[in-house]
């Protein structure tokens, strides 16, 4: 099945969010009645935004990149923050493995690791930084060992 396409100025086409051809009250319906049927007992199913796409009938990659400027912007955010909620929760409850919880989290929360997160600028400032500091303590070092040099003597 295709995703329905619009046209952008430039002429070409654009792929269209399936979230936005869904009526904003059928929507909100479909996401209350799924998170209800969830039971709040830890041998439900996770809460995951894969079944919660799957439920609403859209494709997952739709729910992932929902756009800021979507009519169903804040319903989507709030549906995200309860299934990304359960996916922490179950990480610290052991009930799911760490490194598969960040994982999900990477992959569909936009978590990033901090190194990445950093500019090449940033990385270069810190290692001066550290670099710096390696040679104000090597520099304590000598100062305290020629003191006890000086008073050995």
Known sequence: MESPTKS?????NERVNKLDLVPHDILKKKIVIY?????????RPALTLTSLALFIGIPLVDIITYPETGIH???????????ENDLVE???????????????????????????ALSAEEKA???????????????ILD????????TRK
């Open 125 to 139: 400032k810190i290692k001066k930084e550290n670099r710096e500091i390696k040679r104000s303590i090597s520099d």
């Open 35 to 43: 998170f209800e049927t969830q039971k709040a007992d830890a041998a």
């Open 90 to 116: 179950r990480m610290f409850d052991h009930r799911i493995d760490k490194s598969t919880g960040l994982m999900f989290l990477k992959n569909h929360f936009g978590y990033t690791d901090i190194a990445k």
């Open 143 to 150: 100062a305290i060992e020629t003191k006890n040099k000086i």
């Open 73 to 83: 912007f804040e319903l989507v955010q709030n549906a995200k923050a309860r299934c």
């Open 8 to 12: 952008t100025a430039e002429g070409t």
